[in-house]
T-cell receptor, first 112, second 113 residues
Framework: DTAVSQTPKYLVTQMGNDKSIKCEQN?????MYWYKQDSKKFLKIMFS???????INETVPNRFSPKSPDKAHLNLHINSLELGDSAVYFC???????????FGSGTRLTVV | QQQVKQSPQSLIVQKGGISIINCAYE??????FPWYQQFPGKGPALLIA?????SEKKEGRFTISFNKSAKQFSLHIMDSQPGDSATYFC????????????FGGGTRVLVKP
């Protein structure tokens, strides 16, 4: 009965590889987000989708490509992984009419 | 540039003491100011939030004080408990920015028994 679930929880991969992180929410929210938390704990938004439509696209390398097959799912695909991509990636969701976010537990990505 | 500045970066408080964390913002379009609590290995969880038309909001041991003219707001944790040891983030959002939450840098709070 997890509200916002991400998989995998941990991801260790080599530089240059391509990887995906999946996110699903069962809260009935219509907006989903990806946030990146760096090693200093700073949280920064990457993308947001509302009903499968891209709403926010911050200054993120185009190696990062989000995909939303439906409003309950938002996946993040990363091409040609670099050492600097190592971070914890959080998925979150909310109603478009509300500021109340619910975050997932995060995916710790380590690029070696 | 950081639109929401948070201080201190860390603080240690004795059990039963008061923890105070401060945030300052620049964008006057912000109209929602939440505080999130994050435990190790977990995602941030909403703790308490305030709108700019209110100067104070209290929920249990947690109080937000808001000063619109100074563009500052703070979190007070009364009677701090060891279970409150976590990282706390202030944030700000506006409809104009698509409900995007802009976070402060976080404060690691350690409550000593």
């Amino acid at each position: 009965d997890t509200a916002v679930s991400q998989t995998p929880k941990y991801l260790v991969t080599q530089m240059g590889n391509d990887k995906s992180i999946k996110c699903e929410q069962n809260l009935g929210h219509d907006t989903m987000y990806w946030y990146k938390q760096d090693s200093k704990k700073f949280l920064k938004i990457m993308f947001s989708y509302n009903n499968k439509e891209l709403i926010i696209n911050e200054t993120v390398p185009n190696r990062f490509s989000p995909k939303s097959p439906d409003k309950a799912h938002l996946n993040l695909h990363i091409n040609s992984l670099e050492l600097g991509d190592s971070a914890v990636y959080f998925c979150a969701s909310s109603h478009s009419t509300s500021y109340g976010y619910t975050f997932g537990s995060g995916t710790r990505l380590t690029v070696v | 540039q950081q639109q929401v500045k948070q201080s201190p970066q860390s603080l240690i408080v004795q059990k039963g003491g008061i923890s105070i964390i401060n945030c300052a913002y620049e964008n006057t379009a912000f109209d929602y100011f939440p505080w999130y609590q994050q435990f190790p290995g977990k995602g941030p969880a909403l703790l308490i939030a305030i709108r700019p038309d209110v100067s104070e909001k209290k929920e249990g041991r947690f109080t937000i004080s808001f000063n619109k003219s100074a563009k500052q707001f703070s979190l007070h944790i009364m009677d701090s408990q060891p279970g409150d040891s976590a990282t706390y983030f202030c944030a700000a959002a506006s409809k104009a920015a698509g409900n995007k939450l802009t976070f402060g840098g976080g404060t690691r709070v350690l409550v000593k028994p």
